[in-house]
Nanobody
Framework: QVHLAESGGGRVQAGASLRLSCVVA????????VGWFRQTPGKEREFVAR????????YVDDSVKGRYTISRDNDANTIYLQMNDLRPEDTAVYYC?????????????????WGQGTQVTVSS
């Protein structure tokens, strides 16, 4: 089975940057996309960005566009989320997940395996 592991979260001040990593291990042949989502207590998991596994095509949510960038290192099977100019409202647990097939990549329901999450806290 596929295993995902996030890292890189932390506590920073507003305006700072962080880079999250998501290492994907196991059988990846059927993966079509890897996405980053975030979640705060009492709220649903929210789409942030995704990258296609084979073509490397990216899509970033409008709420973070211009500040967040998603990229990948094929050799390391690692997906990155570069987050710049962080704001207090970016505070959340960030998760990466893997998706198969052609269903919507912004809906967390269509993702299969998830990592354990990494906490990002931004203070003002």
């Amino acid at each position: 089975q596929v295993h995902l592991a996030e890292s890189g979260g932390g506590r920073v001040q507003a305006g700072a940057s962080l880079r999250l990593s998501c290492v994907v291990a196991g059988p990846t042949a059927d993966i079509t996309s890897v996405g980053w989502f975030r979640q705060t207590p009492g709220k649903e998991r929210e789409f942030v960005a995704r990258i296609t596994w084979n073509g490397g095509h990216t899509y970033v949510d409008d709420s973070v566009k211009g500040r967040y960038t998603i990229s990948r290192d094929n050799d390391a099977n690692t997906i990155y989320l570069q987050m710049n100019d962080l704001r207090p409202e970016d505070t959340a647990v960030y998760y990466c997940g893997e998706k198969r097939g052609i269903s919507s990549s912004i809906n967390p329901t269509y993702y299969g395996y998830w990592g354990q999450g990494t906490q990002v806290t931004v203070s003002s």
